[in-house]
């Protein structure tokens, strides 16, 4: 269906003339400063900077609107990016809240903005459910650094429209769930059929499902599974974008590799992806002769494939984890091999670099190198979402990305609280220097 775009004016905000939008930081190391209006076809300007994230993983700049002139329709939150330093990547978000809990979230974090890449447009979509209450929007910085955003506009538009109503969305999705989620045995679905499957929804549209769909999902207590509507569906598809560049350089007799997540399934972007990596690693082969350094701290997941390809050379021809369903069912998985590159250096020592945000699909590829021998960890302590998503079709050309399996080492152990390192290093030391003096003391 056409899609009717719809300027919001001043007025269509509160009905009287506005102020500058106004922000503040997310955080105490946030330091968030802006003009202008983002209702207004100029949009607001805003800096968001800081020395430092906290203990926090990014910082952050928001604002809050109320709902009541948006819901049941679908807002555009558009600006351009300009990152001044910081070697994290720079977001826009829109979030709908409800009286007690977050109901929808969006986000252009799966095509980043990083630092000397200009000045780079985004958009972030998103369906504001009737019972939304609030929104709150803004811009992430997943560093310390500085981050700019000029033309910074919302807009509403008409919701798309579909023969699916919320009622059948939310219906398949419990039948989906229920058959497949790793901790079905951990809902009530009695109650949760009664309290979310309600007759009012079968007269509303498919985007009133997402929150209640949220809702069941939350309840399987994995942290890992999520539900995603058509738009991210398709821009998944459609690409393979790295969360920050891959980074090979040679420390003198240490090859330095940075895997960085990889957000989509495009299978180009992804063989070249892959193919980057080995390479990476056949150029620094012959000066590596004490070992390797694997950094896996910034890398937050997407999909697994192309990472453990890319890292055949090292990983090798094997066995190099499972996948186990909830009824104790291993499935093993190992690296494809690549006919652009098929060095063998799989007897090579190992240090991986891992930490808190090696999350997912990152997990993943560290638990391909637990168990490898000749292999050290170093760091902190992994984000604790060793599990495997699997995809589900919606009726609404949405998807649930469901937690169906548990991620097993080539040993057989499962990690669900976290990769713990040998050698654990504070966020404030140089895990660098500790995997290097490590591999330099072996014979």
Same mark, same amino acid.
């Given at each position: 269906m056409h899609r009717l775009a719809i300027l919001l004016s001043v007025a269509f905000f509160s009905g009287c003339a506005q102020a500058d939008t106004a922000w503040r930081g997310t955080s105490t190391q946030s330091l968030a400063s802006g003009s202008g209006d983002i209702s207004k076809a100029g949009g607001a300007a805003v800096t968001l900077s800081a020395e430092s994230t906290g203990e926090n993983?990014?910082? #952050?700049?928001?604002?809050?609107?109320?709902?009541?002139?948006?819901?049941?329709?679908?807002?555009? $939150?558009? #600006?351009?990016?300009?990152? @001044?330093?910081?070697? #994290? %990547?720079?977001? $826009?978000?829109?979030r709908a809240d409800g009286p007690e809990a977050p109901l929808a979230f969006a986000s252009t974090g799966d095509r980043p903005v990083r630092l000397n890449e200009g000045p780079q447009p985004r958009e972030a979509r998103?369906?504001?459910?009737?019972?939304?209450?609030?929104?709150?929007?803004?811009?992430?910085?997943?560093?310390?650094?500085?981050?700019?955003?000029?033309?910074?506009?919302?807009?509403?538009?008409?919701?798309?429209?579909? %023969?699916?109503?919320?009622?059948?969305?939310?219906?398949t999705a419990i039948s989906i769930i229920r058959a497949n989620a790793l901790n079905a045995d951990?809902?009530?679905?009695?109650?949760?059929?009664?309290? $979310?499957?309600?007759?009012?929804?079968? @007269?509303?549209?498919?985007?009133?499902?997402?929150?209640?769909?949220?809702?069941?999902?939350?309840? $399987?207590?994995?942290?890992?599974?999520?539900?995603?509507?058509?738009?991210?569906?398709?821009?998944?598809?459609?690409?393979?974008?790295?969360?920050?560049?891959?980074?090979?350089?040679?420390?003198?007799?240490?090859?330095?590799?940075?895997?960085?997540?990889?957000?989509g399934s495009d299978p180009k972007a992804s063989d070249i992806f892959s193919t980057q990596l080995c390479e990476h690693i056949a150029g620094l082969a012959e000066t590596a002769s004490k070992g390797w350094i694997i950094d896996l701290r910034d890398n937050t997941g997407g999909n697994m494939w192309p990472m453990i390809k890319g890292l055949r050379p090292l990983l090798g021809d094997a066995d190099l984890g499972a996948f186990r369903d909830r009824n104790g069912v291993a499935t093993a998985w190992r690296a494809q091999p690549s006919k652009e590159c098929e060095v063998d250096l799989s007897q090579s020592r190992v240090g991986v670099l891992v930490g808190?945000?090696?999350?997912?699909?990152?997990?993943?590829?560290?638990?391909?190198?637990? #168990?490898?021998?000749?292999?050290?960890?170093?760091?902190?302590?992994?984000?604790?979402?060793?599990?495997? %998503?699997?995809s589900f079709a919606l009726p609404d050309g949405g998807a649930i990305a469901l937690t169906t399996a548990v991620f097993l080492d080539r040993t057989g152990v499962a990690y669900l609280q976290g990769i713990q390192p040998e050698k654990p290093v504070p966020r404030e030391q140089d895990a660098v220097a500790a995997a290097a003096a490590w591999l330099r003391a072996q014979p």
């Open positions: 993983q990014f910082v #952050g700049a928001i604002t809050t609107i109320d709902a009541a002139a948006f819901q049941g329709r679908e807002v555009v $939150l558009t #600006g351009t990016l300009l990152v @001044k330093s910081g070697t #994290g %990547n720079a977001a $826009l978000w829109v998103l369906y504001i459910p009737a019972a939304a209450t609030s929104l709150k929007l803004g811009v992430t910085l997943g560093s310390a650094g500085q981050v700019d955003v000029e033309h910074l506009t919302l807009n509403a538009e008409s919701a798309v429209q579909s %023969n699916v109503s919320a009622y059948d969305m939310l219906d951990r809902v009530d679905w009695k109650s949760e059929q009664k309290s $979310l499957l309600t007759p009012d929804l079968k @007269k509303l549209p498919a985007q009133e499902a997402y929150s209640r769909i949220q809702t069941v999902l939350t309840a $399987l207590a994995d942290r890992h599974s999520s539900v995603q509507a058509p738009s991210a569906v398709s821009t998944y598809r459609a690409g393979a974008v790295v969360t920050q560049a891959v980074e090979a350089r040679s420390m003198q007799d240490i090859g330095y590799l940075l895997v960085p997540g990889l957000r808190p945000r090696t999350a997912s699909s990152g997990e993943a590829v560290a638990v391909a190198f637990q #168990g490898r021998p000749g292999t050290r960890f170093f760091g902190q302590p992994t984000a604790g979402l060793s599990t495997a %998503n699997q």
